[in-house]
């Protein structure tokens, strides 16, 4: 498909002055403002294309970063020339660790923008996809967890970060060994956890897995290992059996902690938005039941007021008298009669019953909800220690790797 760019370029050649240039203080970044981002998608709604027609008008180079982001356009000018070549006999060692990238120059991409922009699950979604692609669906064994657990985690990581960022694979596959070397623990906390639901839900594979863990020593060939133990800072060693009856527990409860308080949130929603302005259905009822009884107060005293009237004309004899009382009589039935007028209006928009029964219905609903989650609360509570226990001894068995004795 052919698109005609020229538009969008003339946009953003005629407003120069909505471009920062040495954005943050920075050389190599520039940003296109809200303001100017607006008039392009105005005229095209491409992520791609829009920026194919920033790269035209900067005159960016292919390995420059182009990012659309929510208030504008971040511009990284990645200096290839300064990133190290890394030899084939190095692509396995240390001097491989961010691609040939400085770390100075990772660290400046991170603090500009990814630590800013990041939206929180970033981390717990790689460790999802991590623990759903080669637990649950390929279900590799100890071994292979070992030798591929870190390439694994980076190659999820910078095809994230290059479907969600920018097709530079150069500049990613770097920027992904450093944010996961200072996401490290964040990434295997979250592994951890999801190891530990499966386990709750008595995933037989996965019980086969942490079973590695509390074999101590293995022999592999001629060859003698010490294989990682599940051990706590305290010194307590987990297995299986124990950690299942714990977490069947903690991870029960931990749901059921969460399903509740959805549950509140709804109710509580629910019960905003019956209100009538600042007023509940049943404080809206109540102030105008006092008003109808003001109101049926008034009428009750406006017919006495008539029936003395008339028994007043019954006995009037002057014709002048007539008159008065039976005027009195009039305005007094017309003024009844507006009475009972704003008593109708009044009756006409009070909450019916059926909304003031599923109010109150509501509001009990929410305190029963309240009062099972803080029984909830308590109990998660009182596993918590021996959770995160587990959870630190699970984090850092699967951080390291068997030992040759």
Not at 163 to 176: C, K, M, P, V
Not at 313 to 334: F, G, P, S
Not at 360 to 389: C, F, G, H, P, W
Request: hydrophobic share 40%; with cysteine.
């Amino acid at each position: 498909m052919n698109v005609n760019l020229t538009p969008v370029i003339n946009t953003i050649c005629d407003n120069e002055h909505l471009i920062e240039y040495d954005y943050n203080a920075k050389e190599d970044q520039i940003f296109l403002t809200k303001a100017l981002k607006t008039k392009i998608f105005a005229l095209l709604d491409d992520n791609e294309l829009i920026k194919t027609a920033v790269r035209q008008v900067l005159e960016l180079k292919a390995s420059d970063i182009v990012i659309i982001k929510t208030d504008g356009i971040f511009i990284k000018i990645f200096d290839e020339t300064s990133r190290r070549q890394v030899a084939k006999e190095e692509k396995n060692t240390i001097a491989n660790r961010y691609n040939g990238i400085s770390e100075d120059e990772l660290k400046s991409f991170y603090n500009d923008f990814f630590s800013k922009e990041e939206n929180g699950d970033f981390f717990y979604t790689v460790a999802k996809e991590f623990v759903r692609t080669y637990f649950l669906e390929q279900q590799i064994d100890n071994e292979t967890y070992e030798k591929n657990v870190f390439s694994y985690i980076q190659a999820i990581i910078t095809n994230k970060l290059l479907a969600t960022l920018d097709d530079n694979s150069d500049f990613f596959n770097g920027f992904s060994g450093y944010i996961f070397r200072i996401k490290f623990k964040e990434v295997f906390g979250y592994i951890a956890k999801l190891i530990l639901q499966e386990i709750a839900r008595s995933n037989p594979y996965m019980n086969q897995f942490l079973k590695y863990y509390s074999l101590n020593i293995i022999v592999i060939g001629e060859e003698k290992y010490k294989v990682p133990v599940l051990e706590a800072e305290s010194g307590l060693k987990w297995n299986v059996i124990s950690i299942l009856s714990i977490v069947k527990i903690y991870v029960k409860i931990e749901t059921s902690i969460k399903t509740l308080k959805q549950d509140m949130a709804e109710i509580d929603d629910e019960l905003f938005e019956m209100q009538i302005g600042d007023l509940s259905p049943i404080e809206y009822h109540s102030l105008l039941f006092k008003e109808k009884a003001a109101l049926e107060h008034k009428i009750a005293k406006g017919m006495v007021k008539t029936s003395k009237y008339m028994d007043s004309l019954q006995l009037a004899k002057e014709d002048n008298d007539k008159a008065i009382l039976t005027d009195k009589i009039r305005n007094m039935k017309k003024e009844i009669q507006e009475i009972r007028d704003q008593k109708a209006q009044l009756i006409s928009i009070m909450p019916k019953k059926n909304i003031l029964t599923k109010y109150s219905e509501l509001e009990k609903e929410l305190i029963t909800t309240i009062r099972l989650l803080k029984a909830e609360e308590v109990i998660l509570d009182k596993n918590k220690v021996a959770y995160q226990s587990i959870k630190s001894a699970l984090v850092k068995a699967l951080t390291s790797k068997k030992q040759k004795l």
